[in-house]
């Protein structure tokens, strides 16, 4: 069965971090980028990280870039998001997708993504 499954979200406080994880199973995962969109209340998707199949490629939001770092552990078919300096506007569930190109996950799409997990930042 091809899915992906995250964990790592949780209700946290303004200015602290929290870890995001995904994990792949059911499909080559070398051959996807890999990344995550997310869905505030009463807003669209809005892509916020993704890293190519190889890893060598990483890209972020403006909205967050510096204070988010993506990887992948292919060993382990999983893939990570740090997110540091968290501000209430990041208060949304987080959807891990996966896709042969980022440009569909940054648009908040993918081929494949997960049911996806809340992340609450309290002020």
């Known amino acids: 069965e091809v899915q992906l499954v995250e964990s790592g979200g949780g209700l946290v406080q303004a200015g602290g971090s929290l870890r995001l994880s995904c994990a792949a199973s059911?499909?080559?995962?070398?051959?996807?980028?890999i990344g995550w969109f997310r869905q505030a209340p009463g807003k669209g998707r809005e892509g916020v990280s993704c890293i190519s199949n190889s890893g060598a490629s990483t890209y972020y939001a403006d909205s967050v870039n510096g204070r988010v770092t993506i990887s992948r552990d292919s060993s382990k078919n999983k893939e990570y998001l740090q997110k540091n300096s968290l501000k209430p506007e990041d208060t949304a569930v987080y959807y891990c997708?996966?896709?042969?190109?980022?440009?569909?996950?940054?648009?908040?799409?993918?081929?494949?993504w997960g049911l996806g997990t809340l992340v609450t930042v309290s002020s």
């Open positions: 059911g499909f080559t995962f070398d051959a996807y980028a």
């Open positions: 997708a996966a896709d042969p190109n980022c440009g569909a996950i940054g648009a908040g799409r993918g081929e494949i």
